[in-house]
Structures are given as structure tokens and as C-alpha cells.
């Protein structure tokens, strides 16, 4: 078995510079983040509020953390002083939530809109069809800049249904920064798993999520 700093190492290998990668720590101990760390990862993906606010007290201050699941708008104050990217904005709800926040703690937020590009009813994300929408909305915020955009591929081994999936990410992402981001237009796609990230990155992933293929597979908490 590969070490945690060979598998981030074998995937940097095959990603060109323009591509980052966030390493998905959820459910994994402190010790496994910080082998990554100790290799130069920076960036860490988790989908708990309470999981991450413990491990960004207990690790390196310049670590860059990156919220990857449903935010409840009760939840966003713990998170406001000190968060790097939020990649699951998916309603006015939790935007305005989001703008509340980031003007208390004086900062702008960075964040990216979920769109449900699978459609699947399991999954948040915004559907293809209101992306627009929301997207004028929270681009009305003062302290929120929309980075992007993020979508969750299928899960399933069809490399045609995430193709689908990503390239309807990429046509909002188009279509938005056309219509609504004209002086500034959005930059990110987080787009790509451990088992569709190469489709996403040929597609136009700007930065790929990967947690299985770093730090093995996840015994709970699955999402
Ligand atoms: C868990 C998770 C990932 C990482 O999934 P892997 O298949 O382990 O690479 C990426 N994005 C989101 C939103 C996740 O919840």
C-alpha cells in the first residue's frame, strides 16, 4: 500500500499547474491530515461543521479549509472568521446567511454555487434550471464573491453520465460569467472525485475533491 504522501504525490504528478487539489479529510484523524501536510498539502475538504472547526483548532493555522457538504445557516457562524472556501451554496437562505457573517467578522467570503447536475433527489445543489437565478441573487452580496461553481458527478461508473453532468456545470459556468459576472467573471469549477476526476478535469475541472484516493476508503460517513 502507498503511503498518504505517495497517492497526493502520484495525483499532482498528473495534474497540470492550473488545477488544485483539495485533499478530503472527512472522517480521517488529525495524524492522517497532518501526513499530508507534512508533504506539502495545504488545502483540506470536509463536509461536518463540528468535525472541522475541531480539527482547524487542533492543526496548523495556515492550512486552507474548504467546506464541501450541506451548510445549515445555523452553522455558518462557527465557521465565518477563518473559512477559505465554501463550495455548497445552493439557496438565498444561506447566502443572505452567509453575507450576515462575513460583515460581522469584516471579511468577504469566498464561496462557490452547488448545482445538482445529476439531478439526482438524493443530492442538494441547485437545480440546472434555477442556477441562474440564484446566481444573480447572491451576486448581490457585498461580502460574498462567487469563486465558481461546484457539482457532485453520479455516482456510478458511467463515464457518459459524469461527462453529462460536468459539461452541464461548465455551460451555466459559461452562460453566467456572459450574463451576469461581465467585470469579473467566475474562475473555478470544482468539478471531479476519486472515480471521475480525470472525465472532470478534461471537461474543465479547475479543482478536483479527492478524500478515497489519498487516505483509502471510509468505514462511515460516506458522504
Ligand atoms: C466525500 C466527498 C468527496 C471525496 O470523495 P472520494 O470519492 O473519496 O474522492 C468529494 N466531494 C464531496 C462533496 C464529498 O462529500
Known amino acids: 500500500m502507498m503511503s498518504i504522501a505517495e497517492n497526493i504525490d502520484q495525483i499532482n504528478s498528473n495534474l497540470h499547474a492550473n488545477i488544485q487539489l483539495v485533499a478530503v479529510s472527512k472522517t480521517k484523524p488529525a495524524e492522517l491530515l497532518m501526513e499530508a501536510y507534512r508533504n506539502g498539502q495545504r488545502a483540506f475538504g470536509e463536509n461536518k461543521v463540528q468535525e472541522m472547526v475541531g480539527k482547524y483548532e487542533e492543526l496548523p ?20 472568521d477563518w473559512i477559505h472556501l465554501i463550495h455548497s451554496v445552493d439557496s438565498e437562505n444561506v447566502a443572505a446567511e452567509i453575507q450576515k457573517r462575513a460583515e460581522k467578522a469584516k471579511r468577504t ?6 448545482v445538482n447536475t445529476s439531478e439526482e433527489a ?13 446566481l444573480k441573487f447572491v451576486s448581490q452580496f457585498p461580502n460574498i464573491n462567487i469563486n465558481g461553481l461546484m457539482t457532485i458527478g453520479p455516482f456510478t ?5 459524469s461527462r453529462d453532468s460536468f459539461r452541464i456545470l461548465k455551460s451555466i459556468f459559461d452562460e453566467a460569467n456572459n450574463v451576469i459576472f461581465i467585470k469579473k467573471p467566475m474562475i ?8 471521475d476526476y480525470e472525465i472532470a478535469i478534461a471537461e ?5 475533491r479527492i478524500g ?8 462511515i460517513n460516506i458522504n
Request: no cysteine; proline share 2%; net charge negative.
Open 61 to 80: 493555522k495556515d492550512i486552507e479549509w474548504h467546506f464541501i457538504g450541506h451548510l445549515q445557516t445555523n452553522k455558518v457562524k462557527q465557521i465565518a
Open 109 to 114: 467570503i469566498d464561496v462557490l454555487v452547488e
Open 122 to 134: 438524493t443530492k442538494f445543489g441547485v437545480k440546472p434550471t434555477k442556477a441562474m437565478e440564484l
Open 157 to 161: 461508473e458511467d463515464k457518459d453520465a
Open 188 to 195: 473555478e469549477l470544482s468539478m471531479g472525485m476519486t472515480h
Open 204 to 208: 474543465g475541472s479547475t479543482m478536483i
Open 212 to 219: 478515497t484516493a489519498i487516505f483509502g476508503s471510509r468505514t
